[in-house]
T-cell receptor
Framework: AQKITQTQPGMFVQEKEAVTLDCTYD???????LFWYKQPSSGEMIFLIY??????QNATEGRYSLNFQKARKSANLVISASQLGDSAMYFC????????????FGTGTRLKVLA | DGGITQSPKYLFRKEGQNVTLSCEQN?????MYWYRQDPGQGLRLIYY???????QKGDIAEGYSVSREKKESFPLTVTSAQKNPTAFYLC???????????????FGPGTRLTVL
């Protein structure tokens, strides 16, 4: 069965510092995609970054980067130079090519950026 | 602008009443999804549709129904059979074609349903 695990229910980080949000996954599919979403207090889910299982390089999008370690089945999100607006819930998700077209989500990590 | 709209943003319902949540997208996406989110929890899949006139049950479909008569629209009905419907409901869409693992899912702003 496919599963996403986020073990940090809450994190604090000082403004302008970097923070890593952990995500581990479990799947038997050889091909899969990993996604990170941000959910501010307004509720909307905002897509941040994607990593494919066959991608050789770690994905980066501005201040967001994904530390992908395939052998350890981890896909941690790194936010550099944290800003107050980064305070939100962050969800890790996976989509496998098993044909079901379903996305599996973790339980999320609540990040609070301190001034 | 392309995107996903959900209405209404807040919805109040009396026990025993059915209620329909709207979801419309103009991204020309084939697949659409409905999720439920309870406070402090992750997303749970209710229903999804990969193509018009076809849909599949997700993990928590009991007490819900959907239709997909048009590509742009995927309304969700919360029936009186749903025992605890108070939650935040998110609609999403994604392209159907292409390498499956790369397909990103995009979300609407959500509808917060409260049963009185």
């Amino acid at each position: 069965a496919q599963k996403i695990t986020q073990t940090q229910p809450g994190m604090f980080v000082q403004e302008k510092e970097a923070v890593t949000l952990d995500c581990t996954y479990d799947t038997s599919d050889p091909s899969y995609g990993l996604f990170w979403y941000k959910q501010p207090s307004s509720g909307e889910m905002i897509f941040l970054i994607y990593q494919g299982s066959y991608d050789q390089q770690n994905a980066t999008e501005g201040r967001y980067s994904l530390n992908f370690q395939k052998a350890r089945k981890s896909a941690n999100l790194v936010i550099s130079a944290s800003q107050l607006g980064d305070s939100a819930m962050y969800f890790c998700a996976m989509r496998a090519t098993s044909g079901t077209y379903k996305y599996i989500f973790g339980t999320g990590t609540r990040l609070k950026v301190l001034a | 602008d392309g995107g996903i709209t959900q209405s209404p943003k807040y919805l109040f319902r009396k026990e025993g009443q059915n209620v329909t949540l709207s979801c419309e997208q103009n991204l020309n996406h084939d697949a659409m999804y409905w999720y439920r989110q309870d406070p402090g929890q992750g997303l749970r899949l209710i229903y999804y549709s990969q193509i018009v006139n076809d849909f599949q049950k997700g993990d928590i479909a009991e007490g819900y129904s959907v239709s997909r008569e048009k590509k742009e629209s995927f309304p969700l009905t919360v029936t009186s059979a749903q025992k605890n419907p108070t939650a935040f409901y998110l609609c999403a869409s994604s392209p159907y074609r292409g390498r499956a693992s790369t397909i990103t899912q995009y979300f609407g702003p959500g509808t917060r349903l409260t049963v009185l």
